[in-house]
C-alpha cells in the first residue's frame, strides 16, 4: 500500500467454512486489504468496503439477487462474484457495471486483479438529462 | 509418513486444502481439480479428500469404485450438501468420513488425523434437513 494507491477495503462472503482462512491468503497482495471475512451476507459487518468479494456457488438465490441483498445490505459496493462454472446466471450478472465475474479456476494472481477491476468500479449514479 | 490425494475442483482453494493435510502430519499424494481414479488409485494414497460439490460426480459412484479396486484408500468426503440418510449411503458405500464444509479448518484437521490413525468421522451436520 502507498500514498497513491491506498489499499482496497475487501470483504467476501464465503459460505464453505473450510475455505474461510484460504481468502487470507488469496487476497493477501498489492492494493488489497482484507477486512472481513463472513459466511452469509446477513453476517457481513456494516461497514465501508471497496468491493465485496461472494463466493456464488451454493446459495438457494441467482447470484443478480445476492447481489441486490449485499447492496441492500451495505449501499452501492462493487461485487466479485466468484463461481465454479460460468453459468448463465453468474454471466448474466455481467450487464451491471459494478460486477466483475470470476472462476474458481483462476490463479490467486488473476482472482487479485479481478478483485481489484471490481475495485475501480465504483458506482456512478447517473442523473436523466433535464433532471438537475 | 501418511498420505492423503486432494481432489478439489475448486482449485482456488487446493492450497488450503494442501496446508490442512500439511497441519494433519500426512504428505500431499497428489492434488487434483478433475477426478481421476486411476491416478488416485496409481498414487496409492492412505487416504483421499473428495470434494466433488459442483461437479457432475456421484459421490456414492466414485466411493463404490474405490471400495471396489482400492479398499486400502480411505476416502474423506466433503461436502455442503446436506440430507437425511447421506450419511448410512456414504458409510454403506465404503467412505471412512464425512465432513461437513461448515467444519472449521482446525475440525478438518482433526478430522483428517481421525481418520488417517484408523478411526471415522460421521459429521451430524451433513444429516440437517
Known amino acids: ?132 | 509418513m501418511a498420505s492423503v490425494y486432494i481432489v478439489e475442483p475448486q482449485s482456488l482453494f487446493e492450497p488450503e486444502l494442501e496446508r490442512l493435510v500439511s497441519l494433519a502430519g500426512a504428505r500431499v499424494a497428489g492434488s487434483a481439480a478433475q477426478l481421476d481414479l486411476d491416478e488416485i488409485i496409481a498414487a496409492a494414497p492412505d487416504a483421499v479428500l473428495l470434494d466433488l460439490d459442483f461437479t457432475a460426480y456421484d459421490v456414492l459412484d466414485v466411493l463404490d469404485v474405490l471400495q471396489a479396486e482400492a479398499p486400502a484408500i480411505r476416502p474423506v468426503v466433503l461436502t455442503s450438501e446436506r440430507g437425511r440418510g447421506r450419511l448410512d449411503r456414504c458409510r454403506a458405500y465404503g467412505a471412512a468420513a464425512v465432513v461437513s464444509k461448515d467444519a472449521t479448518d482446525l475440525e478438518m484437521v482433526h478430522d483428517l488425523r481421525v481418520v488417517l490413525d484408523g478411526g471415522s468421522v460421521w459429521d451430524q451436520r451433513v444429516e440437517a434437513a
Open chain 1, 1 to 132: 500500500m502507498d500514498q497513491e494507491h491506498p489499499g482496497y477495503r475487501v470483504c467476501v462472503v464465503e459460505p464453505q467454512m473450510v475455505f474461510r482462512n484460504a481468502w487470507r491468503t488469496i487476497v493477501a497482495g498489492l492494493h488489497l486489504d482484507l477486512v472481513a471475512v463472513a459466511r452469509s451476507i446477513e453476517e457481513l459487518p456494516r461497514a465501508p468496503y471497496d468491493v465485496v468479494v461472494i463466493d456464488a456457488d451454493g446459495h438457494a438465490e441467482p447470484c443478480a439477487a445476492l447481489i441486490r441483498r449485499i447492496r441492500a445490505r451495505l449501499g452501492d459496493v462493487p461485487v466479485c462474484a466468484v463461481a465454479q462454472r460460468p453459468t448463465l446466471d453468474l454471466l448474466s450478472c455481467r450487464t451491471d457495471e459494478a460486477v466483475v465475474c470470476v472462476l474458481k479456476t483462476a490463479s490467486n494472481h488473476i482472482m487479485r486483479r479481478a478483485i481489484r477491476e471490481a475495485a475501480k468500479r465504483r458506482i456512478v449514479q447517473r442523473v436523466p438529462a433535464g433532471a438537475a
